[in-house]
């Protein structure tokens, strides 16, 4: 890192920070803290609400995913668009009409306060635990580039973002992530042409893709029902359609970004934005990895992309093993470099055997390569149990650093950094405002006379409070497999059981509180119990059910409890006609 990336890293996050303390300062109601004023339009609605899914994992993971596994990882997004239609059509007006702050106001107004609670706390835990990732993720990074400990980097991070968020509450989230958007974008942008840029000159962006597709890493569309397939085309449609109902629709994180819009079309318009948006969103960034893993088919890479992992390995007993497996995987790089200029040649001459034959060998030299990385990884694992093997985060991280010119890598840098920003602050948001509200305000001062300013004062407190929190759980995280995936793991499990309490309050009117509140404790019981016995022992994606179908699964479990214990409370209670007296 030169002083010119220094300086942009630090004037992009110095602006944003001090941009949105300065627009933001002086709320002083519940209404302009937590909705902020319902004067967001429609652009600031969409940009908001893609700015807090698009985290920096997002931009961290997700090309390390296409590197490792190909473009099939954008199928997980190809139930969003259905989801933001279903959301404005049925979602978005009963919120409105109600005036609600939160989504769980509503399901006490639908069922009792108990079911607002349990639902509240379920959120609480699963959006406690994704704002410690959404900390953890840009840590890695600076910790590469400065070697400073995740302790120290977590602390900092989180301690910037909570700053902002406690001083502005919505409208801070808000403002800050439309100039957030801007530079997420302007950096990949930058980094796909540059990636373009270093590959030979005889490869032009067509004949990359095919190369990419040569390797099977554009083979974006697989319509097979093999569930233990974690991304298929009916994964993605199914329990992807159901991840996204709930989080977009019960999430508070999101629910209060577009209940901060000026009416209920600019809320509607918003997420239409997000829904026609998303998607090639996702595909440009998943392309960007695609490029990366051609970028590395012609320049050397490293065996193990986590350079902690190399340096564990390399200072244990089993440095000289990993070694050997260095000098191969070097070999290696040079007969995938000669493989492709094969096959390029091949291409141009328009060969068909040929082509097939140098199409066949990059596989074999592929596979090869897969199978070194792998034991490189069982060396790492004997080397030092406790270091992350899995090096799919690093990925693009390796590329910005050693490839990327003065000045681009603290874009890249403020990049990712303002979409952790971005994603926390939305997420810190929402804890602050559901504690204050569905928990403390709902539970221990409900019937009294405090002012508005106290209840500001309250939210602000307690999004402090679960800062502090989230950057404790950012120091205890790992890797896990790949951190945009245990995002998404861990919204899966949540995530059914709280849609259906919700399509239930819609749709099912002659289901009560009790039944509902049964049914979704009995069901979180069973989600977890089929997490952790066809999911969580298996890894490599070899899980006997993709996480995805954990939302639908969740979903028609708390329905079809529910809809159970009252039919069967209703035959218990029925009260005896004249017939049966007789």
């Not at 990949?188 to 990359?208: E, N, Q």
């Not at 318009?269 to 998303?278: R, T, V």
């Not at 650093?401 to 997420?427: D, F, H, R």
């Not at 069901?523 to 994606?541: A, K, P, R």
Request: with cysteine.
């Amino acid at each position: 890192m030169e002083v010119l990336d220094w300086s942009i890293l630090i004037g992009t996050l110095a602006f944003i920070v001090g941009y949105g303390v300065w627009k933001t300062k002086g709320s002083k109601n519940v209404n302009e803290y937590v909705l902020g004023g319902n004067e967001a339009n429609w652009t600031t609605v969409g940009l908001s609400v893609m700015a807090t899914q698009a985290s920096a994992i997002t931009f961290l993971s997700t090309p390390g995913q296409a590197f490792h596994d190909g473009m099939g990882f954008v199928q997980f997004y190809f139930g969003l668009p259905i989801a933001m239609v279903i959301i404005c059509i049925v979602f978005i007006p009963i919120y409105y009409k109600l005036k609600v702050y939160t989504a769980y106001e509503f399901l006490e107004n639908r069922f009792d306060v108990k079911t607002r609670t349990l639902a509240a706390i379920l959120f609480l835990i699963q959006r406690g635990l994704a704002a410690g990732i959404t900390i953890y993720a840009p840590s890695i990074i600076l910790s590469a580039v400065l070697g400073w400990d995740l302790f120290t980097l977590n602390i900092i991070i989180g301690t910037i973002v909570t700053i902002y968020t406690v001083s502005g509450g919505t409208k801070a989230v808000n403002v800050t992530q439309k100039q957030q958007m801007f530079i997420i974008m302007l950096g990949m942008f930058v980094a796909f042409f540059f990636i373009l840029g270093y590959l030979p000159s005889d490869i032009t962006f067509s004949k990359a893709l095919k190369i990419a597709g040569a390797s099977g890493k554009l083979d974006i569309l697989d319509f097979s029902f093999d569930t233990s397939t974690r991304y298929t085309f009916w994964s993605g449609i199914t329990g992807g359609l159901f991840l996204f109902l709930a989080y977009f629709g019960t999430d508070q994180s999101q629910v209060q970004r577009y209940l901060s819009g000026k009416s209920v079309r600019e809320s509607q318009l918003g997420l239409i934005f997000n829904g026609i948006f998303k998607i090639p969103m996702q595909f440009f960034i998943l392309l960007v990895g695609v490029l990366v893993f051609v970028f590395y088919q012609y320049n050397p890479s490293p065996l193990n992309f986590n350079p902690a992992a190399t340096s564990a390995v390399l200072e244990s007993s089993y440095a000289d093993d990993y070694k050997l497996l260095q000098q191969e995987h070097e070999e290696l790089a040079m007969e995938k470099k000669m493989a492709q200029d094969k096959f390029s040649a091949a291409l141009d001459i328009k060969e068909y055997d040929a082509t097939v034959d140098a199409k066949q060998n990059i596989i074999a030299i592929n596979a090869k390569d897969k199978r070194n990385r792998e034991a490189a990884k069982t060396l790492i694992s004997k080397a030092d149990n406790e270091t992350e093997t899995n090096d799919k985060d690093y990925v693009f991280i390796h590329f910005i650093l050693n490839y990327l010119p003065k000045g681009l890598i603290g874009l890249l840098l403020a990049v990712i950094l303002s979409a952790a920003m971005s994603s926390t602050a939305s997420e810190l948001n929402a804890l602050g405002t559901i504690t204050s509200l569905d928990i403390f305000k709902r539970h221990t001062d409900k019937n009294s006379e405090k002012s508005q300013e106290y209840y500001v004062s309250v939210a602000k407190w307690f999004t402090l409070a679960w800062g502090i929190v989230a950057i404790g759980i950012a120091c205890v995280t790992n890797l896990f497999d790949n951190l945009i995936q245990l995002v998404n793991i861990i919204g899966s499990i949540f995530y059914g059981n709280v849609l259906g309490i919700f399509l239930l309050a819609f749709f099912v009117k002659f289901v009560k509180g009790n039944a509902v509140f049964i049914a979704a404790i009995v069901t979180q019981l069973l989600i977890f119990l089929i997490y952790y016995s066809f999911i969580y022992v298996f890894e490599d994606g070899e899980e006997k059910i993709s996480y995805l179908l954990l939302n639908l699964i969740g979903c028609v479990l708390v329905m079809a409890i529910a809809v159970f214990f009252q039919l069967f409370d209703n035959m218990l209670n029925k009260p005896l006609n004249n017939s049966e007296v007789d």
